[in-house]
T-cell receptor, first 113, second 110 residues
Framework: NAGVTQTPKFQVLKTGQSMTLQCAQDMNHEYMSWYRQDPGMGLRLIHYSVGAGITDQGEVPNGYNVSRSTTEDFPLRLLSAAPSQTSVYFC????????????FGSGTRLTVV | GNSVTQMEGPVTLSEEAFLTINCTYT??????LFWYVQYPGEGLQLLLKATKADDKGSNKGFEATYRKETTSFHLEKGSVQVSDSAVYFCALSNDYKLSFGAGTTVTVRA
């Protein structure tokens, strides 16, 4: 049982480049979300999904896109990377949302130069 | 909207000392409350949770009680170990999203 798998673990991008952070879960969880972690700010929600085909914006969605074509996968796309997007990104999934809490992946550390 | 305020760190303790990390919240409705722990270089792990008022969550010697009257969910452990060194996050949810506090870094020295 792999849980939530994120790839890559580390990435360096140049300003203006695009890339996709991958997230997959094998627990058949309906709810998935993406957070970014910055020093002193905790984790902030970027986008979330309550099921395949359904996504919505979180607290800090600008510059990011998501889609949810399957229950298992929830990729996060950076459209045109900026230095302000340097952060650690976490994907999380849950079977029951607020009643159960979320299972987190191990994170992707992204640096934009 | 929802918000979580937790005690600022860093906190440095000696082994076997008592640990308290304060957490207060603002939320609509009746949220669930969580404590997550992040060990160096790792993702977040759910430490404990409480889903209604007066519930006590507990795990690995840590405890927290959901106090609706004071809108608090303070984390406590009676005797910490070096292996408890980590960043601790208080969080709440009343739907499909989590709102986090800023995190408290705890270092336990032998």
């Amino acid at each position: 049982n792999a849980g939530v798998t994120q790839t890559p673990k580390f990435q360096v991008l140049k300003t203006g480049q695009s890339m996709t952070l991958q997230c997959a879960q094998d627990m058949n969880h309906e709810y998935m979300s993406w957070y970014r972690q910055d020093p002193g700010m905790g984790l902030r929600l970027i986008h979330y999904s309550v099921g395949a085909g359904i996504t919505d914006q979180g607290e800090v969605p600008n510059g990011y896109n998501v889609s949810r074509s399957t229950t298992e996968d929830f990729p996060l796309r950076l459209l045109s990377a900026a230095p302000s997007q340097t952060s650690v990104y976490f994907c999380a999934s849950s079977i029951g949302g607020f009643l159960d809490g979320y299972t987190f992946g191990s994170g992707t550390r992204l640096t934009v130069v | 909207g929802n918000s979580v305020t937790q005690m600022e760190g860093p906190v440095t303790l000696s082994e076997e000392a008592f640990l308290t990390i304060n957490c207060t919240y603002t939320a609509t409705g009746y949220p669930s409350l969580f404590w997550y722990v992040q060990y160096p270089g790792e993702g977040l792990q759910l430490l404990l949770k409480a889903t209604k008022a007066d519930d006590k969550g507990s795990n690995k010697g840590f405890e927290a009680t959901y106090r609706k009257e004071t809108t608090s969910f303070h984390l406590e452990k009676g005797s910490v170990q070096v292996s408890d060194s980590a960043v601790y996050f208080c969080a709440l949810s009343n739907d499909y999203k989590l709102s986090f506090g800023a995190g408290t870094t705890v270092t336990v020295r032998a």
